[in-house]
């Protein structure tokens, strides 16, 4: 999921894959999409500091690009990111319970 969503690019930084695939043990499939969404978001935001605390007003044709997402944006999205799959984890547990297959010996 997170090659999919994330996606390298040839002239950017690799991206951590294997530790993100450690680091998201418990995260469920929509966990990994808001914190693939969340990596995403950041350099946007650094873009936005910077037009932010521009005094003048910046040409259209002079706008800096939006950067890639680099190892440091896919950690604070993980330090944002909390999985939710655990706050439901009984109910799974009791649907097993009660309609799951069994091993009968």
């Known amino acids: 999921m997170f090659e999919e969503l994330l996606p390298w690019k040839p ?4 991206l951590p894959y294997d ?16 914190v693939c969404k969340e990596a995403a978001m950041q350099p946007l935001r650094r873009l936005m500091r910077v037009l932010e605390n521009s005094l003048e007003e910046v ?12 190892p440091s944006d896919i950690e604070t999205a993980l330090k944002n990111t909390r999985p939710s799959a655990h ?11 009660d309609y799951g297959s069994q091993i009968l010996e």
């Open 11 to 14: 002239d950017e930084e690799t």
């Open 87 to 97: 706050l439901h984890a009984h109910r799974y547990e009791k649907f097993n319970a």
């Open 59 to 70: 040409p259209e044709h002079e706008l800096p690009k939006v950067g890639p997402i680099t």
């Open 19 to 34: 530790t993100l695939v450690e680091r998201s043990d418990g995260y469920s499939g929509s966990d990994i999409r808001l």
